[in-house]
């Protein structure tokens, strides 16, 4: 698994050179010489995407990268500062009966006792 892990050390450069047609090295080279350390996230991306020609997801991923070897973020950390966990359940159960539970609040209840879930 690579939790934890910078996203430069989970992209090799090999892999983002026959994506891209740079390395990691190369791109943060260009994005120093843009001032990107000075951009949002956002900025970043676009300038990829638009000045250089990068797919989408491959501007997000360097632009990730960038923000964590220049300091910007660490790893786990959203572009806008924060921290953010989630977690599922998988339920035994027939879609349609799952659907109408949650639609129910009182048969939500028995299926999910306590006053941690609610809509919004």
Sequence with gaps: MNAGKKITEK???EALRTATGRDWKQWFTI???ADAT???????ARLLV??????????QSITVGYEQERGLRVVGQSS????RAGVSHTI???AAELFAA?????LRHR??????????
């Design 11 to 13: 992209l090799s450069d």
């Design 102 to 106: 949650f639609d129910d609040p009182g």
């Design 31 to 33: 994005l120093d010489t």
């Design 50 to 59: 638009e000045s250089h020609g990068v797919d989408g997801w491959y501007a």
């Design 38 to 44: 000075t951009l949002t996230h956002t900025a970043i």
């Design 80 to 83: 806008t500062g924060e921290f």
């Design 111 to 120: 299926w999910l006792p306590g006053d941690g879930l609610t809509e919004d």
């Design 92 to 94: 035994d159960a027939p």
